[in-house]
């Protein structure tokens, strides 16, 4: 398997810890797309969503992701908004696997209730923001996915070994 992997799903579903562990896993280098946008912009995510407003972050995001997912042997994690254009959408779906990794409102509230990091989430009602984005996002992540993952219940690791499997049969 020398096809580079791209993972996608809502905030919280593991995109991030199971991209870097897969990595591991793979041998392949591993990228977060956030991570990048932050360490080029010199800034955090809520910054730059204060002083360029989501649409700003979406520029950056483009750009990251037409970058990264041209590269071979990669496991990239990108944030839950990266399948909201048809760019990047073109680009994961026609460059990699990818894999979505879902996983329940109520899962998504208990692991992002600490983080502070994510701007869309910091308002009087995370949880109905994040059921009007799974409606909206979950259409378009399945229009990408090769695999689909559910991560519910079901820790890191376990999702690594059924993952591994998953790619070996691709
Ligand atoms: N399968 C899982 N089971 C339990 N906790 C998880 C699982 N996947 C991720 N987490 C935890 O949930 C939080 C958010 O995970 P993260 O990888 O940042 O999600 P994402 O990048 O998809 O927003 C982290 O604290 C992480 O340790
Ligand atoms: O869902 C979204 O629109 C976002 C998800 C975040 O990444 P994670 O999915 O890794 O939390 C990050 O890209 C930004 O806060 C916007
Ligand atoms: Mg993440």
């Known amino acids: 398997m020398t096809q580079s992997v791209f993972l996608i799903g809502p905030m919280g579903a593991g995109k991030s810890t199971i991209g870097r562990l ?4 793979l041998k392949f280098e591993f990228y977060d797309s956030d991570k990048v946008i932050e360490d080029r912009c010199g800034a955090d995510i809520p910054w730059i969503f204060d002083k360029e407003g989501e649409a700003g972050f979406r520029e950056r995001e483009e750009s990251v992701i037409d970058e990264l997912t041209q590269q071979k042997g990669i496991v990239l994690s990108t944030g839950g ?3 909201l254009r048809a760019e990047n959408r073109q680009h994961l779906a026609s460059r990699g696997t990818v894999i979505y990794l879902c996983t329940s409102v109520e899962q998504q509230l208990a692991r992002t209730a600490r983080d502070r990091n994510r701007p869309l989430l910091q308002t ?3 949880e109905a923001v994040l059921r009007k984005l799974f409606e909206e996002r979950d259409p378009l992540y399945r229009s990408v996915a090769d695999i689909i993952i559910e991560t519910d219940q079901r820790n890191p690791r376990w999702v690594i070994q ?3 499997k998953r790619l070996e049969g691709e």
């Open 22 to 25: 897969l990595s591991q896993e």
């Open 81 to 83: 908004g990266a399948v």
């Open 124 to 126: 009087a009602n995370p």
């Open 162 to 164: 059924d993952l591994k």
